[in-house]
């Protein structure tokens, strides 16, 4: 069994995609342009972005026998993601949600539903996984098993990277294990009651101190918090034809930057143009760029790493 530098626990995700010219309005019909089956799922995507751009990764978790579960477990394998760690659950609902991408505003609205599948239970095989591992994602999903894979990972030194980019019941029980937090602004500013993302951020830093803060705000890029001061990292402007997923994948790219011991200020960028070239394609897995291609960007930008 192979050891992996990252692992992960959280979401994972069937999403149906429909392309359209702009959101439909209530009670009506709308021509789709097109229709796609795509893996999501904040931890899940993050897991697939490492491995595309040359990690060693694998997901901790359960996984129904259903088709949409059947279709996640051969996207991970499609994309080099080991699926040893997963843990098939016959008979129940997977975690699935309806996509539309509006052409006209390059926006995405989703609706889910989180299915019934058991939650995850951490055996020895898992354990060892993360304490073998560099990094350990975890996104406030399967929240139990996240927490006790937190406490391995800082018992083991290994990294845990929280992708806090929802108001999750619980997520006060993980925040403080997280040596990289990385939330939305929406989540930084919802849980803090701050009125900036620079004052979510040392809020955030100063209750649960973690190694680094950093907060995306979207097409704004976003802000780093160190503990001493706080700095703006950019987005990088593309003609975007859908943004689903493009979070998930800044979080999994900042793994793969800490694998590489890239600084924290060196990996918001690097996440952030991956991000950025993840939107110029259709999925949240499939567009997701290589390291070569990232690094063709940056230096196109002008920026070296």
Not at 102 to 108: I, T
Not at 160 to 183: F, Q, T, W
């Amino acid at each position: 069994m192979r050891k992996n530098k990252i692992v992960g626990i959280g979401a994972n995700v069937f999403d149906t995609l429909y392309t359209v010219d702009t959101y439909p309005t209530e009670d009506t019909k709308l021509k789709a342009n097109a229709v796609k089956a795509s893996g999501g799922g904040p931890c899940a995507t993050g897991l697939v972005t490492a491995s595309k751009l040359g990690a060693s990764c694998a997901f901790i978790g359960n996984l129904s026998d259903d088709n949409g579960a059947k279709f996640l477990k051969d996207d991970f394998e499609k994309y080099g993601v080991d699926t040893d760690y997963i843990t098939i659950k016959p008979g129940y609902d997977t975690f699935c949600s309806c996509i539309w991408l509006a052409k006209d505003s390059a926006s995405r609205t989703c609706v889910f539903f989180r299915g019934n599948v058991p939650p995850t239970v951490i055996d020895e095989k898992a354990a060892q996984a993360i304490k073998d591992a560099d990094v350990l994602m975890v996104d406030g999903n399967d929240m139990d098993a996240a927490i006790e894979g937190a406490k391995i990972a800082k018992e083991s030194g290994t990294k845990v990277l929280y992708d806090a980019g929802g108001l999750y019941e619980g997520v006060e029980r993980l925040l403080p294990y997280s040596d990289v937090l990385i939330p939305s602004e929406e989540f930084a500013l919802g849980h803090t009651g701050a009125k900036t993302a620079e004052e979510a951020a040392k809020i955030l830093f100063e209750k649960y101190t973690p190694e680094v803060v950093v907060i995306t705000q979207g097409k704004k890029g976003g802000i780093i918090f160190n503990g001493e001061t706080a700095q703006s990292y950019p987005a990088f402007l593309v003609d975007a034809v859908d943004s689903n997923g493009s979070g998930d994948v800044f979080h999994g790219a900042f793994a793969f930057a800490i694998t590489e011991k890239m600084s924290y200020e060196k990996a918001c960028v690097f996440s952030s143009a991956v991000s950025a070239l993840k939107c110029t394609k259709v999925g949240a897995r499939e567009g997701v760029p290589n390291f070569e291609e990232t690094i063709n960007f940056l230096k196109e930008n002008n920026y070296e790493l």
